[in-house]
Protein backbone atom coordinates (compact mmCIF):
# COMPACT_ATOMS: atom_id res chain seq x y z
CA UNK A 1 0.00 0.00 0.00
CA UNK A 2 1.35 3.76 -0.97
CA UNK A 3 1.39 6.23 1.75
CA UNK A 4 -1.37 9.07 1.28
CA UNK A 5 0.82 12.21 2.17
CA UNK A 6 -0.79 14.62 3.72
CA UNK A 7 0.93 18.72 3.98
CA UNK A 8 0.00 20.51 7.00
CA UNK A 9 0.60 24.56 7.53
CA UNK A 10 2.94 25.23 9.93
CA UNK A 11 1.55 26.62 13.19
CA UNK A 12 -1.22 26.97 14.90
CA UNK A 13 -3.14 25.27 11.96
CA UNK A 14 -0.87 22.25 11.97
CA UNK A 15 -1.39 21.52 15.73
CA UNK A 16 -5.02 21.83 15.59
CA UNK A 17 -5.11 19.50 12.40
CA UNK A 18 -3.52 16.83 13.92
CA UNK A 19 -6.07 17.21 16.86
CA UNK A 20 -8.57 16.50 14.49
CA UNK A 21 -6.75 13.30 12.65
CA UNK A 22 -6.17 12.10 16.11
CA UNK A 23 -10.08 12.04 16.86
CA UNK A 24 -10.79 10.28 14.08
CA UNK A 25 -8.52 7.91 14.93
CA UNK A 26 -5.36 9.10 12.51
CA UNK A 27 -2.40 9.17 14.78
CA UNK A 28 1.30 10.21 14.22
CA UNK A 29 3.46 9.57 17.49
CA UNK A 30 6.19 11.09 16.04
CA UNK A 31 4.96 14.71 15.34
CA UNK A 32 4.56 14.93 19.33
CA UNK A 33 8.23 14.92 19.67
CA UNK A 34 8.76 19.06 19.22
CA UNK A 35 12.55 18.46 19.59
CA UNK A 36 12.44 16.36 16.54
CA UNK A 37 14.55 17.17 13.38
CA UNK A 38 12.54 14.81 11.37
CA UNK A 39 11.08 16.83 7.77
CA UNK A 40 8.45 13.82 7.21
CA UNK A 41 6.14 11.98 10.29
CA UNK A 42 4.86 8.28 9.57
CA UNK A 43 2.78 6.37 10.80
CA UNK A 44 3.74 2.63 9.01
CA UNK A 45 0.07 0.67 10.25
CA UNK A 46 -2.31 2.94 8.76
CA UNK A 47 0.52 4.24 5.79
CA UNK A 48 0.06 7.63 6.11
CA UNK A 49 2.75 10.45 6.19
CA UNK A 50 2.44 14.06 7.63
CA UNK A 51 4.64 16.41 6.69
CA UNK A 52 4.68 20.37 7.84
CA UNK A 53 5.43 23.34 5.02
CA UNK A 54 4.79 27.17 4.51
CA UNK A 55 0.88 27.96 4.53
CA UNK A 56 1.87 29.77 0.52
CA UNK A 57 3.68 26.30 -0.90
CA UNK A 58 0.86 23.60 0.78
CA UNK A 59 -1.33 24.29 -2.35
CA UNK A 60 1.92 23.82 -4.62
CA UNK A 61 2.80 20.57 -2.74
CA UNK A 62 -0.52 19.52 -2.88
CA UNK A 63 -1.12 20.91 -7.14
CA UNK A 64 1.80 18.75 -8.23
CA UNK A 65 0.98 15.37 -5.83
CA UNK A 66 3.82 15.95 -3.69
CA UNK A 67 0.83 15.47 -0.84
CA UNK A 68 -2.42 13.77 -1.77
CA UNK A 69 -4.30 15.89 0.93
CA UNK A 70 -3.44 19.82 2.46
CA UNK A 71 -4.75 21.26 5.10
CA UNK A 72 -4.54 25.30 5.12
CA UNK A 73 -6.05 28.86 5.46
CA UNK A 74 -8.53 29.56 2.51
CA UNK A 75 -6.36 32.75 2.17
CA UNK A 76 -3.76 30.56 0.91
CA UNK A 77 -5.71 28.98 -1.64
CA UNK A 78 -6.87 31.99 -3.09
CA UNK A 79 -3.75 33.58 -3.49
CA UNK A 80 -2.07 31.12 -5.08
CA UNK A 81 -4.77 29.67 -7.01
CA UNK A 82 -3.31 26.55 -7.29
CA UNK A 83 -5.40 23.51 -9.40
CA UNK A 84 -6.92 21.51 -6.78
CA UNK A 85 -9.83 20.24 -4.75
CA UNK A 86 -11.26 22.59 -2.16
CA UNK A 87 -13.25 19.71 -0.63
CA UNK A 88 -14.36 21.21 2.79
CA UNK A 89 -13.91 24.06 5.27
CA UNK A 90 -12.69 23.07 8.82
CA UNK A 91 -14.12 25.67 10.51
CA UNK A 92 -11.37 26.60 12.68
CA UNK A 93 -9.09 29.78 12.25
CA UNK A 94 -12.55 31.52 11.21
CA UNK A 95 -11.36 35.33 10.26
CA UNK A 96 -12.04 37.89 7.66
CA UNK A 97 -10.03 39.45 3.94
CA UNK A 98 -10.67 43.05 4.71
CA UNK A 99 -10.12 46.20 2.78
CA UNK A 100 -9.16 48.68 5.74
CA UNK A 101 -7.42 52.33 6.19
CA UNK A 102 -8.43 55.21 7.99
CA UNK A 103 -12.06 56.71 7.75
CA UNK A 104 -11.39 59.56 5.51
CA UNK A 105 -10.49 57.05 2.44
CA UNK A 106 -13.98 55.59 2.77
CA UNK A 107 -14.86 58.23 0.14
CA UNK A 108 -12.43 57.22 -2.03
CA UNK A 109 -13.35 53.26 -2.40
CA UNK A 110 -16.75 54.10 -2.81
CA UNK A 111 -16.12 56.33 -6.16
CA UNK A 112 -14.06 54.23 -7.10
CA UNK A 113 -11.41 56.74 -7.51
CA UNK A 114 -7.48 55.73 -8.28
CA UNK A 115 -5.86 54.65 -4.92
CA UNK A 116 -2.74 52.32 -3.96
CA UNK A 117 -3.62 49.25 -1.67
CA UNK A 118 -0.83 48.10 0.19
CA UNK A 119 -1.36 43.65 1.06
CA UNK A 120 0.49 40.47 1.39
CA UNK A 121 -2.32 38.91 -1.10
CA UNK A 122 -1.91 40.85 -4.30
CA UNK A 123 -3.67 38.49 -6.36
CA UNK A 124 -7.00 38.86 -4.17
CA UNK A 125 -6.79 42.06 -3.80
CA UNK A 126 -6.70 42.39 -7.83
CA UNK A 127 -9.36 39.93 -7.64
CA UNK A 128 -11.30 41.92 -5.16
CA UNK A 129 -11.55 45.36 -7.08
CA UNK A 130 -11.02 44.21 -10.70
CA UNK A 131 -13.37 41.85 -10.84
CA UNK A 132 -16.09 42.25 -8.31
CA UNK A 133 -15.52 46.26 -7.82
CA UNK A 134 -14.67 47.58 -11.29
CA UNK A 135 -12.08 49.60 -9.34
CA UNK A 136 -8.89 50.76 -10.76
CA UNK A 137 -6.18 50.53 -8.08
CA UNK A 138 -2.44 50.23 -7.75
CA UNK A 139 -1.60 47.23 -5.70
CA UNK A 140 1.67 47.53 -3.45
CA UNK A 141 2.78 44.05 -2.11
CA UNK A 142 4.70 44.51 1.32
CA UNK A 143 5.50 41.64 3.56
CA UNK A 144 5.97 43.27 6.83
CA UNK A 145 3.10 45.01 8.97
CA UNK A 146 0.86 46.18 6.57
CA UNK A 147 -0.79 48.99 9.27
CA UNK A 148 2.00 50.74 8.72
CA UNK A 149 1.19 51.55 4.60
CA UNK A 150 -1.40 54.02 5.06
CA UNK A 151 -0.16 55.43 8.29
CA UNK A 152 3.01 56.77 6.51
CA UNK A 153 1.38 57.31 3.43
CA UNK A 154 2.71 54.48 1.28
CA UNK A 155 -1.29 53.78 0.34
CA UNK A 156 -4.35 54.86 0.86
CA UNK A 157 -5.72 51.15 1.75
CA UNK A 158 -4.80 47.84 2.85
CA UNK A 159 -5.89 44.29 2.16
CA UNK A 160 -5.31 42.24 5.01
CA UNK A 161 -7.18 39.38 7.62
CA UNK A 162 -9.06 40.88 10.58
CA UNK A 163 -9.67 38.60 13.00
CA UNK A 164 -10.64 40.78 16.25
CA UNK A 165 -9.50 44.35 14.45
CA UNK A 166 -7.52 45.36 17.64
CA UNK A 167 -4.46 46.09 15.84
CA UNK A 168 -6.54 48.22 13.04
CA UNK A 169 -7.57 50.21 15.81
CA UNK A 170 -4.86 51.22 18.18
CA UNK A 171 -3.30 52.02 14.77
CA UNK A 172 -6.34 54.92 13.87
CA UNK A 173 -7.75 52.47 10.95
CA UNK A 174 -11.22 50.34 10.57
CA UNK A 175 -12.91 47.71 8.12
CA UNK A 176 -14.41 49.59 5.37
CA UNK A 177 -15.31 46.58 3.13
CA UNK A 178 -15.16 43.19 3.58
CA UNK A 179 -13.89 40.74 0.90
CA UNK A 180 -14.55 37.25 1.78
CA UNK A 181 -14.87 35.29 5.33
CA UNK A 182 -11.59 32.98 5.63
CA UNK A 183 -10.95 29.94 7.30
CA UNK A 184 -9.34 26.16 7.45
CA UNK A 185 -9.94 24.25 5.07
CA UNK A 186 -8.83 20.49 4.00
CA UNK A 187 -7.61 20.84 -0.48
CA UNK A 188 -6.73 17.19 -2.75
CA UNK A 189 -4.92 16.63 -5.28
CA UNK A 190 -6.75 16.31 -8.69
CA UNK A 191 -5.42 12.56 -9.37
CA UNK A 192 -5.18 11.68 -5.80
CA UNK A 193 -9.47 11.85 -5.81
CA UNK A 194 -9.20 9.53 -8.15
CA UNK A 195 -6.47 6.95 -7.61
CA UNK A 196 -7.33 7.14 -3.67
CA UNK A 197 -10.67 7.80 -3.72
CA UNK A 198 -11.92 5.11 -1.57
CA UNK A 199 -8.95 6.41 1.56
CA UNK A 200 -9.54 9.83 0.94
CA UNK A 201 -13.42 9.90 1.17
CA UNK A 202 -12.94 7.82 4.04
CA UNK A 203 -11.01 10.67 5.73
CA UNK A 204 -13.56 13.61 4.48
CA UNK A 205 -16.46 11.55 5.65
CA UNK A 206 -14.56 10.96 9.27
CA UNK A 207 -14.14 14.63 9.52
CA UNK A 208 -17.86 15.66 8.18
CA UNK A 209 -18.81 13.43 11.01
CA UNK A 210 -16.19 14.43 13.73
CA UNK A 211 -17.33 18.32 12.86
CA UNK A 212 -20.90 18.04 13.10
CA UNK A 213 -20.82 16.25 16.29
CA UNK A 214 -18.33 19.35 17.36
CA UNK A 215 -20.12 21.90 15.99
CA UNK A 216 -21.39 24.65 18.65
CA UNK A 217 -18.57 23.39 20.90
Given at each position: ??????????????D?????????????????????????F????????????????V??Y???????????G?????E??????E???????K??????????A??????????????????I?K????????????????N????????????????????????L???????????????????????????????I?????????????????
Amino acid sequence: MRYLTIALAKGRLADKAMEMFEAIGISCDEMKDKASRKLIFVNEDLGVRFFLAKANDVPTYVEYGAADIGIVGRDTILEEGRKLYEVMDLGVGKCRMCVCGPESARERLEHHELIRVATKYPNIAKDYFYNQKYQTVEIIKLNGSIELAPIVGLSEVIVDIVETGSTLRENGLMVLEEVCSLSARMVVNQVSMKTENERITAIIKKFQAYLKENAGR
